[in-house]
């Protein structure tokens, strides 16, 4: 038989429940000053405790939402403040521009991955003004929009490698990361 499907001896097993039991009475005797007190408070008492402890779980549960569950839907929501604190922002790549610049899907905390996917992604015209464009500083990429001369060699070639690389991936942003050449 394998040692971890065996069952412990019965000695054990009682050593077990009488240590288990002698900790549920020495807790039970501890929290007994606290149900005594509890009970003796006057009902006005007991129902401001209640009103307080519940704003304060309000207030923290609105402050918890506007930092980590809130989407930026896009750069208009951007505030000096996200900057200030380098905040790092999660989402979904949604189209690569010309290799240095790609439109993310920003998905805030729970439900945009498995295993708790309850919400989705929009796609096609859906993410009409519902994408950050973000351009990322420092990389020297082909740039196929512009035909003016000189061009880069295999500039062509780069969208469609980026695209098959970069589009529908997870990527994680720092909002506040400095612009190196300053």
């Not at 069952?7 to 039991?21: A, G």
């Not at 521009?97 to 790609?102: L, S, T, V, Y």
């Given at each position: 038989?394998?040692?971890?499907?065996?069952?412990?001896?019965?000695?054990?097993?009682?050593?077990?429940?009488?240590?288990?039991?002698?900790?549920?009475?020495?807790?039970?005797?501890?929290?007994?000053?606290?149900?005594?007190s509890w009970s003796s408070l006057p009902d006005n008492a007991k129902l401001g405790i209640a009103i307080v402890g519940s704003s304060l779980l309000t207030v923290a549960g609105v402050w918890v939402y506007k930092r980590h569950m809130k989407r930026i839907p896009n750069s208009q929501f951007v505030t000096a403040e996200d900057f200030n604190r380098r905040r790092w922002i999660t989402g979904i790549v949604t189209s690569v521009?010309?290799?240095?610049?790609?439109?993310l899907f920003h998905t805030p905390s729970i439900g945009w991955r498995w295993p708790l996917k309850f919400r989705s992604i929009p796609s096609g015209k859906d993410l009409k003004d519902q994408t950050l464009h973000i351009r990322m500083a420092g990389v020297d990429a082909p740039e196929t929009r512009n035909h003016t001369p000189p061009k880069?060699?295999?500039g062509s070639r780069v969208p469609s490698r980026a695209n098959a690389s970069g589009a529908n991936s997870f990527s994680g942003i720092n909002m506040g990361a400095l612009w190196p050449y300053q």
């Open positions: 038989m394998l040692p971890f499907t065996s069952t412990p001896p019965s000695s054990e097993r009682s050593r077990w429940k009488q240590f288990l039991h002698s900790r549920y009475e020495t807790t039970q005797k501890e929290l007994q000053p606290l149900k005594s521009g010309d290799a240095d610049n790609f439109r880069h060699s295999n």
